[in-house]
């Protein structure tokens, strides 16, 4: 394992703005003004708030992820409830962010419905991330602080996992959420990504899948 400080390739030409001295009242009425249907990403911490605009390679690639943990809990005949990028805010820490996607496997159970409140729920067992056009490490801190336990964060190069540890993200070989996949095949997988259609490698996905399972 490795710690969540070392070396990354460059993230392409930000399209993100930065404020400071926000209020928390002041959040929620941008999130409440810019309504549910944008593109936009916000993410608040302690009076910074960061917007984001993804670009359409980050909107590909995030959807191609979705589509291979999706794949994964229906050959794990696995429970799930899926959000986009629903927006995580504990009041009580004054920190809220939305991620690429995030989901519900081990704690599945425990979603009523398809709205969340942090202070009754609990975070999301899987958070995925993709870093095109801005870094995610700002909104990694404010997961930290919500107790999600693991992260699939792609940056330029690939996925790489992470793990919760004693309120820190360290880089994990495989995923917490699914003991035989590691970043390692992931990446082997979307290598492919630009030479063939979406259906063709989630098909082969699959089929690695129920090898691996024996099925």
């Known amino acids: 394992m490795v710690a969540i400080l070392e070396q990354e390739p460059p993230i392409l030409s930000s399209q993100r703005i930065l404020l400071e001295g926000v209020s928390w009242a002041t959040y929620q009425a941008l999130l409440a003004e810019l309504g549910d249907h944008r ?18 390679l980050h909107e590909t690639r995030t959807k191609l992820l979705e589509r291979m943990i999706e ?43 398809r709205s969340l409140d942090l202070e009754r729920d609990p975070p999301p067992d899987l958070i995925l991330e993709v870093d ?6 700002k909104r990694m801190a404010i997961y930290s602080q919500i107790g999600t336990p693991e992260i699939w964060r792609y940056v330029k190069g690939g996925v790489k996992i992470y793990g919760l540890e004693e309120g820190s993200y360290v880089i994990q070989e495989t995923s917490p959420s699914f003991s035989f996949v590691s970043a ?32």
């Open 71 to 113: 794949a994964l809990t229906e050959e794990l005949d696995l429970p799930i409830k899926g959000f986009r990028s629903t927006t995580l805010n504990r009041e009580d820490l004054s920190q809220g962010a939305e991620p690429d996607s995030c989901y519900y496997i081990q704690n599945a159970g425990r979603i009523q419905g």
């Open 184 to 215: 390692e095949r992931i990446n082997s997988f979307l290598a492919d990504a630009d030479a063939q259609d979406d259906n063709a490698l989630v098909r082969a996905w699959r089929k690695w899948i129920r090898q691996v399972i024996g099925t």
């Open 132 to 137: 095109i056009s801005s870094p995610s490490k």
């Open 39 to 56: 593109s936009a990403r916000l993410a608040y911490a302690h009076g910074t708030l960061e917007i984001t605009m993804p670009s359409d």
